[in-house]
Structure formats: structure tokens, C-alpha cells
T-cell receptor
Framework: AQSVTQLGSHVSVSEGALVLLRCNYS??????LFWYVQYPNQGLQLLLK??????LVKGINGFEAEFKKSETSFHLTKPSAHMSDAAEYFC?????????????FGKGTLLTVNP | EADIYQTPRYLVIGTGKKITLECSQT?????MYWYQQDPGMELHLIHY???????EKGDLSSESTVSRIRTEHFPLTLESARPSHTSQYLC??????????????FGPGTRLTVL
């Protein structure tokens, strides 16, 4: 069984500040991990995913995430926030093999960027 | 760029009505999914399909039904809508990414309100 915990339902940063969105996972097998972004009134868009090729994963729009097995974490970061980054962010985990289609999502973190 | 479409985007309907939410993708993906999303909550998988004539229920029990007669089309039907069905419904499709994990692409969603 897999689960995801996103710490902080709402994160507020100033434009130009570091963005850090936290995600911890629980999985009985080595996981695949994903970050999705959802802009208002839109569907989810994949930001990046971890598939064990490299622990530091770079995604779109300047975001990156680091897989830390010892901490069971996959936190999302961006060095400098932009107003257009304001959205809801979802961390998700899936298993391997036959169950790799089943995404388990966290509850999401709403990112607000202040001018 | 993923091409997955959902109609209608918004639907307000009275109790007891039969409704069908449409989902189509033009990417030739074999796998398709329906998720239910409530505000401040994680997405829950309610139906999925591996291909034509293949449908399975997801983790969250739902009174809706689905069909997959064509690869590109995965409609969701509620025979008799109730206020408890009020939610956002997201459709997704996926293909094997070659890295052992499926990448799911999401449509814009249908926001359903049952009065």
C-alpha cells in the first residue's frame, strides 16, 4: 500500500523567494514519484517524475525535486518564485510492475505568490 | 502537449437526472482513468480501463459506470444524480514512458453540481 503526505495545505512566498513544497511518501516497494501542478479551472499537468534514474529530478518551469530514500521524501523546490507559479501542487506515488498505473495522490498544497 | 478533452466543463443538474460526462483523447493511449476530486482533498481513482472493452473499478467506490467501446472515448455515466455526486471529475490517459512508469495526462475536468 502506498500513501503520500504533503506538509502544509497552503504555502505563501514572495516573488523571487525560494519555493519549497514538502512531500513524504510511504510505499512497500521502491516507488515512482510525481509532482503535478493544477492551475485554476484546469486539469493536472506533470511537473516532473522520479523513476530511479537520478535522485535529483529536473522538471518544467524551473522546478526540481530530490528523492531521499532515508527520509522517504520527495520535496519540490524552485530557487525563485514567479507570480505565474501560483497554483495547487500535488505529489503522487505509484508502485512498480503490475500496479504502476495506480497513482495515489496527496491532498495538495496551494502555493500563493505575493508581489 | 497532451490532447485530452472533457465535456461539459461545468454542469448543474437536478436530482434524479441521468448524466454522461464525456472524455476523449487523440493520443492513442490504451489506458484511461476517471478521478474524483473534492476541494482540499486528494484525487481518488474511481474507474480505469486498460483498453477497449476493459473497465475496472478504482479505489473509491462510485455509483457511476463507464464504458470503453473505442480507444479514444471513455464516458462516465450517472443513472440518477444525487447531491452527494457533486464534485469535480477528472479524466486521464497514459502510455508507457519507457522508464517503467506510466505518465498520466489529464483533461481539464468537469465540475458537476447536483441540486
Amino acid at each position: 500500500a502506498q500513501s503520500v503526505t504533503q506538509l502544509g495545505s497552503h504555502v505563501s512566498v514572495s516573488e523571487g523567494a525560494l519555493v519549497l513544497l514538502r512531500c513524504n511518501y510511504s510505499s512497500s516497494v521502491p516507488p515512482y514519484l510525481f509532482w503535478y501542478v493544477q492551475y485554476p479551472n484546469q486539469g493536472l499537468q506533470l511537473l516532473l517524475k522520479y523513476t530511479s534514474a537520478a535522485t535529483l529530478v529536473k522538471g518544467i518551469n524551473g522546478f526540481e525535486a530530490e528523492f531521499k530514500k532515508s527520509e522517504t521524501s520527495f520535496h519540490l523546490t524552485k530557487p525563485s518564485a514567479h507570480m505565474s507559479d501560483a497554483a495547487e501542487y500535488f505529489c503522487a506515488v505509484t508502485g512498480r510492475g503490475g500496479s504502476n498505473y495506480k497513482l495515489t495522490f496527496g491532498k495538495g498544497t496551494l502555493l500563493t505568490v505575493n508581489p | 502537449e497532451a490532447d485530452i478533452y472533457q465535456t461539459p466543463r461545468y454542469l448543474v443538474i437536478g436530482t434524479g437526472k441521468k448524466i454522461t460526462l464525456e472524455c476523449s483523447q487523440t493520443m492513442g493511449h490504451d489506458k484511461m482513468y476517471w478521478y474524483q476530486q473534492d476541494p482540499g482533498m486528494e484525487l481518488h481513482l474511481i474507474h480505469y480501463s486498460y483498453g477497449v472493452n476493459s473497465t475496472e473499478k478504482g479505489d473509491l467506490s462510485s455509483e457511476s459506470t463507464v464504458s470503453r467501446i473505442r480507444t479514444e472515448h471513455f464516458p462516465l455515466t450517472l443513472e440518477s444524480a444525487r447531491p452527494s455526486h457533486t464534485s469535480q471529475y477528472l479524466c486521464a490517459s497514459s502510455h508507457p514512458s519507457g522508464q517503467g512508469s506510466d505518465t498520466q495526462y489529464f483533461g481539464p475536468g468537469t465540475r458537476l453540481t447536483v441540486l
